[in-house]
């Protein structure tokens, strides 16, 4: 036999074998597809969904809670001691002031406050309070303080200086006490005297403030003591004294002399807790009175003098 011509057809497709089955059965031909049933296209497999950026991202969100909440709160670390601030002078005496200050702005009070000057701790109050009084002072003085709050021993940093000063009291509010040094001038029938310098000592009658005063003058023939009693701004004070006699010598008799003396402070400072005269003016008149005997006499007749004295 010779083979077929081959021409542009292909040769028809050789029969599907049919698939074997039990004896008897009828043999079905073998093909890729059922013919009464559709074919569909081939499916691919379900891909898996990658979870892990869903969990990586919530573990992000509760590291970053975590930490916001140990940043908000975190119980072994004590929140700082804030320094004190707004400290303000209030009322002040000649002997006293207070100041105040604010609370702090955020977390917890301190245990107590710390008041210091020129370095030094000078007193303290709870840690509840906002002001501070101190007293015993000086009048007319400036005293510096700041302020440092403590909790748990911690102390804050010091707070900013506050300058407070004490009240000035009137000249007329001011002590005479102790050794003066007074110019006595004659302004008037000086009879002889001469201006000089005369010492005196004042003792106050009270222990403390502005009262009567004691003053005593040592000075040879001229001595005396004389009680000088306050009045308004001034003290005024009379003593008969004698410093002087009448007539020739030999057969003198006593000659009294009225002396009145006017004094007031003209300057003061402050000394301890006293208010204490630092300068005084005033004048000192004397009067002598009418004497005789049965050979002589001595008319009356008066002077005048100022005062300006100073502590010795």
Known sequence: ????????????????????????????????????????????????????????????????????????????????????????????????????????????????????????????????????????????????????????????????????????????????QGPWNVFVKYTRGAHGNRNGTVPWDLTPACAAGVCDVMLHVTQGKYSFTMKLARAGAGYRGRAVVNFYRCGPAGSTIPDPTTLKIEVHATGAVGEGQAWVATSLVGTMKGSYHFVSSAAFYCSASSYATSLTGSPA
């Open 1 to 176: 036999m010779t083979d077929p011509e081959v021409t542009g057809q292909s040769l028809p497709a050789a029969p599907a074998a049919a698939a074997p089955g039990p004896p008897g059965s009828a043999q079905v031909p073998v093909t890729g597809h059922d013919p009464a049933v559709p074919e569909t296209p081939p499916t691919e497999a379900p891909r898996r969904r990658r979870r892990w950026p869903v969990v990586t991202l919530v573990a992000v969100l509760v590291v970053a809670g975590l930490t916001a909440g140990l940043v908000v709160w975190a119980p072994w670390t004590p929140p700082p001691v804030l320094r004190p601030a707004g400290l303000v002078a209030g009322p002040a005496t000649a002997n006293s002031f207070t100041f105040r200050w604010a609370r702090p702005a955020t977390g917890p009070l301190p245990d107590k406050y710390l008041v210091l000057s020129d370095g030094r701790v000078t007193g303290s109050v709870a840690g509840t309070a906002t002001s501070y009084r101190r007293a015993g002072l000086t009048p007319a003085s400036t005293y510096q303080y700041r302020v440092v709050a403590v909790r748990g021993g911690k102390r804050s940093p010091q707070s900013a200086t506050l300058a407070v000063k004490t009240l000035t009291p009137p000249l007329s509010q001011a002590r005479l």
